[in-house]
């Protein structure tokens, strides 16, 4: 509270004169209307009307001689200070102060009484002291000196207030305050405020410490011309417009702090404002994420790195695809070809082995593309309405015989609740079947393999639950957690040879997880292992076939187009289509392909990818072209070793209408004749 000029005081003073002389006034006129020569109760000359307002008063008021003692003390004053107000009338004011421990402000008060000069005619302190309850109250105390009664005697006269409550309410904002300032600085955020100008006004030590600079060299600055590059000030400047608007907003933004070293803020910007709410200026707190954003930049370098790796194992892939599938095409081909034909039980037993291994070969082949398909989320179901049975039926059929040979019983324990038509993808059913059959037959060498196929509902999903059981070596327990693993085979018996890829049940989690479910393992050594995976599939109507579609058809008289470079896979596909009556001429480059469709009228061409002179891609594209003029089209049937999906989209935009991987089957090339000479 400011100290009272002495003009304010003598106001005062004033005014209570002139309220003495109303009160005298208004006793005379009573004292006149009663006959009467003094009031009610104490005498007259007792009860002085100023002394009463004086009692009255909230504020504590006093005066003292020129010794500091007091000569008069309102009972407010008197409260204020802790004594009784008779008791402190001829006390030295510096005495009752010192006792209650105000020594310094005592000894101010007396130096300023007994200062014979009286340099200073007005004193204002602050002091504490108790009450008659003992509670610490604080205590504003104005002293001025004054001239009485005209008698030119210096007297003090004295006001004191009580601001225990002001002081409470600043001693809770300045702990409030210094709670917050201390929770602040020990944050890990620097905080910068600024005018509206961009002028720093305040800067917290940990937006310096980011920074590098001391508040004294940011102060008065233009926080983006000191922190940021002329291509960064731009932006900042929209950023400040908008908070000077009002708006808030969090963003990245680098900086370079006073060694010139680039700093990653995140800030969070927002106005400020003044007691009018018009805006002054905009704080920013900033967490350094420079650490992260190193990060970041070497994460995304992995990933370049990562990606760079995957795009040369799948060109390595397509490559290796490309270049094994074209001779293995050859190998399984010619070997039924020559099935065809008489011979030896000796040498039918030598391309059975052949044909086998081929199809051992095309089925790692196959696995390997399995994997990268899964890995890029592009391997999709074809669920469709379909019978089990005669799914689970033709794995038996395939083991069967191989199983008798070894000793060991194959057992389908058939759950009748499965005779009913079910949604789901039975070419995916049948390969995680064959590989899970086909580990039990290779590792059980008496004994049996049993597979059990169930309906299960839970959770509202109706699963189809298979398991998979032999008697053959088990699994050691520490490897059953790592067979899903993909290039991981478990550890078999000493001199014993370790077959496949390591890729089969890798690819059956991946398939099961497509399908909506699960696979797992139990095994032990000597006494065999169950698997055990799990479809999630749907009640389903197969369509009635219309009467007369199930007879055998033929592709006798077909004329076809076969576009082929490879001599023994055309001799391939000469000798299938001889067999099946079809007449065909053969191109060995996409040119002779062109020269030979613009002469003649096709069924069907067989269309190679991979040509000299003019590939696969770019003669369907020239025929389909040729077609506009004649408004005809003719189904092209891309035929090749390359086996991603993606070869097989660019031969469908080139204008190919099917696709045909090698190695084929004469039945898959049968088939794909039959489908499109009828389209």
């Not at 070497?298 to 060109?315: C, G, H, P, V």
């Not at 089925?363 to 890995?375: H, N, Y």
Request: with cysteine; charged share 30%.
């Amino acid at each position: 509270m400011p100290t009272p000029s002495k003009s304010e005081l003598q106001k005062r003073l004033s005014a209570l004169e002139q309220e003495r002389s109303l009160l005298r006034a208004e006793l005379a006129g009573w004292e006149d209307e009663r006959g009467e020569g003094t009031l009610p109760g104490p005498a007259v000359e007792d009860v002085r009307p100023e002394i009463y307002i004086l009692d009255k008063a909230e504020d504590g008021i006093f005066t003292l001689d020129q010794e500091g003692r007091f000569r008069y003390v309102n009972p407010a004053g008197s409260r204020m200070l802790g004594g009784d107000q008779e008791a402190l009338l001829s006390q030295r004011v510096v005495d009752v102060l010192g006792r209650d421990g105000q020594r310094q402000w005592a000894e101010k008060i007396g130096e300023w009484i007994q200062d014979p000069q009286r340099l200073s005619p007005q004193l204002w302190v602050e002091i504490s002291s108790k009450n008659k309850l003992g509670t610490q109250r604080w205590l504003s105390m104005s002293l001025s000196w004054s001239v009485t009664d005209g008698r030119h005697r210096d007297e003090v006269h004295g006001i004191i207030r009580d601001i225990t409550d002001q002081k409470r309410l600043e001693l809770a904002l300045r702990q409030s305050e210094e709670h917050y300032r201390g929770i602040i600085e020990n944050m890990d955020l620097g905080i910068l405020e600024v005018d509206k100008q961009e002028r720093i006004t305040r800067a917290f030590p940990k937006f310096c410490a980011i920074v590098g600079y001391s508040e004294e060299e940011l102060l008065g600055q233009k926080a983006s011309e000191i922190l940021m590059t002329p291509a960064d000030r731009e932006q900042m400047e929209i950023r400040t417009e908008a908070r000077s608007a009002g708006e808030s907003e969090l963003y990245e933004s680098q900086i370079r702090n006073k060694q010139g070293e680039v700093v990653w803020l995140l800030i969070s910007g927002v106005p400020l404002r003044n007691e009018a709410g018009e805006s002054i200026g905009s704080m920013g707190i900033h967490y350094d994420i420079t650490e992260r954003k190193k990060d970041e930049e070497k994460l995304k370098k992995a990933m370049r790195m990562a990606n760079a790796a995957r795009r040369a194992e799948r060109r390595f892939l397509a490559k290796m695809s490309h270049e094994i599938r074209t001779p293995l095409n050859a190998i399984i081909g010619m070997s039924h070809l020559l099935l065809d034909t008489p011979l030896s039980a000796e040498q039918s037993h030598h391309i059975e082995a052949i044909s086998q291994g081929g199809t051992l070969l095309k089925g790692l082949l196959d696995g390997v593309l399995d994997i990268a398909r899964l890995e890029e989320g592009r391997q999709e179901l074809n669920k469709r309405p379909s019978m089990l049975r005669p799914t689970f039926e033709g794995i038996m059929v395939v083991y069967r015989t191989l199983l008798r040979d070894k000793g060991v019983a194959l057992e389908l324990e058939w759950n009748d609740a499965l005779n009913v038509p079910l949604s789901i993808d039975v070419q995916t059913l049948s390969q995680v079947l064959l590989n899970l059959v086909g580990n039990a037959a290779k590792f059980t060498k008496k004994g049996f393999v049993r597979v059990s196929p169930e309906l299960v509902e839970g959770d509202g999903k109706l699963m189809l639950r298979v398991r998979v059981a032999d008697s053959g070596q088990g699994i050691p327990e520490e490897t059953i957690p790592r067979v899903f693993e993909r290039f991981v085979q478990a550890e078999e018996r000493k001199g014993s040879l370790k077959e496949g890829s390591g890729l089969g049940l890798a690819i059956c989690r991946e398939l099961c997880a497509l399908h909506g479910g699960s696979i797992a393992a139990t095994s032990q050594l000597d006494q065999g292992s169950t698997f055990t995976f799990e479809f999630e599939v749907e009640h389903a109507e197969i369509a009635q076939a219309p009467p007369g579609e199930g007879h055998q058809k033929s592709i006798r008289g077909l004329r076809v187009l076969c576009v082929e470079d490879n001599a023994i896979n055309l001799m391939y596909v000469q000798k299938l289509l001889t067999s099946w009556g079809v007449a065909y001429k053969s191109a060995g480059n996409g040119v002779e392909a062109l020269a030979l469709f613009e002469k003649e009228a096709w069924d069907v061409v067989l269309m190679d990818v991979q040509m000299p002179v003019m590939n696969g891609f770019e003669a369907t594209r020239a025929i389909r072209q040729r077609e506009q003029e004649t408004n005809r089209r003719t189904p092209i049937v891309g035929i090749t070793a390359f086996a991603f999906e993606k070869d097989e989209e660019e031969g469908m935009k080139a204008g190919m209408d099917a696709y045909l991987k090698k190695p084929y089957l004469p039945k898959e090339l049968f088939q794909v004749l039959l489908e499109w000479s009828q389209a």
